[in-house]
């Protein structure tokens, strides 16, 4: 059972008390989660906002029924799923609207998809699992809403269940068909989108109506296993989870600002202003490309966080997160003042547990070039340990060490520790490579990093492994990493807080071995 923050804890505690400054804190630092779970499953629609508000109002007026304080966020998770599922029942009884009710309430975001993807900058794969979401079942949506966050590192599966009011088997059963229905989204879209267009499918979809439905995914589907050149655009994809993981929560905007009460449209301009960026961001092309990967697309920060008393929030989304903060505040309470907002700090969100995944596919034949194992699955963060002394070169994982965490930063995760016991089992697998001439993730007996690592004693959780052979100093080895690959990936990955690096000279240059992880 996941429990919050110590910090959160105190606020609850507080605010239940009627410490009205702590119930402004807990709206402030919870209206984007629920925002985020309650835009994506009603996909944007003009109640959304009326949902928000309905759950934040219950939450917090009813927090005399919460009678473990440790438990804020599931419960108002679980609030929010009720109070969806009570507007999809109210839609379905109500009578058709008329035009005159349809004009008086109007949809201020839109396609929840466009606004994540314009307000996240979303380009690459990461644009065609927000796009692919469209051709999801209507039920399915309602659970995508929470597996969203859990795979960005904010709900665990726990949480995710208890919202669903079933089992964590169940849920995992439910997930697992939800992904598969996304995956086939994944297709549909660059199906649609590549050029030039098969001719085939554009046959088929001739008298599509340029609305994403389960019929036509399932034609689309059909087609392509019969289809080499629609089939072949399944190549390339990387697993949904590692697109999500880390991804900002979309800030509410002028949807909230437009209530009564709310703060003025200055503001909701001022964050509009922080969320599209400097003029002139453009998000790099690629979409649709068959076999596209994610290379160079930049990093996506994490959304604002509270530690201790204080807001720590990536530089590029500060001014986001603290007027996010003052639109949570002026819709609850109008008469309240807004928290001030702190200067911009680096800082990530807490990692989450999230369901094992199966890793990509990685080459098994000796070569020069870098070579990747991405991690399984996610956990939440260990303690910190000291790199070894006995390391082959412990100055150059120093440095490893010091130009990841630049990169990190500016992803907007937490930096990774040298850990000893990650620093042994890279070690080991590099004197081994030396040894025995071969250079793979895989041993001559099978083992992978996961177990190299529990052998040194490091309780795993999700982990990771870079390989590189040939260059004799850091910042060569970190810059071909960065190839906008799996490499990076596992660098850049939000879930691993401790790194183990070794170096050891074999007869074509030193043999990089770096090993990511977080415990169990």
Request: net charge neutral; charged share 20%; proline share 8%.
């Amino acid at each position: 059972m996941h429990t919050d923050s110590e910090h959160t804890r105190e606020l609850v505690g507080a605010a239940r008390a009627g410490d009205g400054r702590a119930r402004e804190l807990l709206a402030a630092d919870y209206l984007p989660l629920v925002y985020n779970i309650v835009g994506r499953a009603l996909d944007g629609h003009a109640d959304v906002d009326d949902v928000v508000q309905d759950t934040m109002f219950r939450a917090l007026d009813g927090l005399g029924g919460l009678r473990d304080p440790s438990r804020f966020r599931s419960w108002l998770v679980a609030i929010a799923m009720n109070q969806i599922r009570r507007r999809w029942t109210d839609r379905r009884q109500t009578a058709p609207a008329s035009l005159e009710r349809l004009a008086e309430h109007p949809d201020p975001a839109g396609d929840f998809v466009d606004l994540t993807i314009l307000r996240l900058g979303l380009s690459g794969q990461r644009r065609e699992v927000a796009e692919a979401t469209r051709w999801l079942d209507e039920d399915d949506r309602e659970l995508l809403s929470l597996w969203w966050q859990e795979a960005s590192g904010r709900l665990t599966r726990a949480e995710l269940a208890e919202a669903l009011g079933v089992s964590d088997r169940h849920a995992a059963v439910r997930v697992q068909r939800m992904k598969a229905q996304l995956e086939t989204g994944r297709l549909v879209v660059r199906a649609l989108a590549a050029r030039p267009a098969c001719g085939e499918l554009a046959a088929l979809m001739a008298e599509w109506d340029g609305r994403p439905s389960s019929v036509w995914r399932k034609r689309v589907a059909r087609h392509a296993r019969g289809c080499g050149v629609c089939e072949d655009h399944r190549r390339g994809l990387v697993p949904a989870e590692g697109l999500l993981a880390g991804l900002a929560l979309v800030v509410p905007l002028a949807g909230f600002a437009s209530l009564p009460g709310a703060a003025d449209t200055a503001v909701a301009g001022a964050v509009a202003s922080s969320v599209r960026g400097p003029a002139g961001a453009d998000p790099v092309a690629g979409h649709g490309a068959p076999g596209a990967a994610m290379a160079g697309e930049p990093p996506v920060g994490v959304g604002a966080v509270r530690e201790g008393a204080r807001w720590k929030v990536p530089a590029a989304s500060a001014a986001g997160g603290a007027v996010a903060g003052a639109l949570a505040l002026a819709l609850l309470w109008p008469g309240a003042a807004p928290p001030p907002a702190a200067a911009p700090e680096q800082a990530p969100p807490a990692a989450r547990s999230l369901a094992p995944a199966p890793p990509p596919a990685v080459p098994s034949s000796p070569s020069p070039a870098p070579s990747p194992t991405p991690s399984p699955s996610a956990a939440e963060a260990g303690p910190a340990r000291s790199a070894s002394p006995g390391a082959a070169r412990p100055n150059l994982a120093r440095q490893v060490a010091e130009l990841v965490n630049t990169h990190r930063a500016a992803a907007g995760c937490a930096p990774v520790r040298l850990d000893e016991r990650l620093t042994a089992a890279a070690r080991a697998h590099a004197r081994d490579m030396v040894d025995r001439g071969y250079f793979e993730h895989e041993s001559p007996e099978g083992g992978h990093a996961d177990t190299r690592i529990a052998a040194a004693g490091y309780d795993v959780g999700p982990w990771a492994e870079n390989l590189h052979r040939g260059p004799r100093d850091a910042a060569t080895v970190v810059e071909d990493w960065m190839d906008g690959s799996i490499h990076e990936e596992n660098m850049l990955g939000c879930r691993y807080r401790d790194m183990g690096v070794a170096a050891v000279p074999g007869p074509q240059g030193l043999v990089w071995v770096q090993t990511l992880a977080g415990p169990a």
